[in-house]
């Protein structure tokens, strides 16, 4: 396994759009599976989005219908397309790897923040 290391956050207008970009390794992809997760100032860290190791994909009720996840198995990278952006997504997001018993500790990178102006 590899540490997550998130990029691509920014500063955007309210309708806006950002890709976040997480990158990790094949392992954690196909045996961990990985989420995105955010912490806005003064709340706790929830959960955005994630792919888990068979493939299933889960989104937050606040982002669904705006926010895709996807995975690029060549270059071992965890997507997050984000449309439609609202000052409530301005946030740390972080990407995750998950724990599985047997193969898989988790694992939390550094984050990148994202800011949206309304």
């Known amino acids: 396994q590899v540490r997550p290391v998130e990029s691509g956050g920014g500063s955007v207008q309210a309708g806006g759009s950002l890709t976040l970009t997480c990158t990790t390794s094949a392992f954690d992809l196909n045996m961990c599976g990985l989420g995105w997760y955010r912490q806005a100032p003064g709340k706790e860290r929830e959960f955005v989005s994630g792919?888990?190791?068979?493939?299933?994909?889960r989104y937050a009720g606040s982002v669904k219908g705006r926010f895709t996840v996807s995975r690029d198995n060549a270059k071992a990278l965890l997507l997050l397309q984000m449309n439609s952006l609202k000052p409530e997504d301005t946030a740390m997001y972080y990407c995750k790897s998950n724990f599985r018993l047997g193969y898989c500790y988790e694992s939390w990178g550094q984050g990148t923040q994202v800011t949206i102006s309304s």
């Open positions: 792919v888990d190791y068979d493939d299933t994909v």
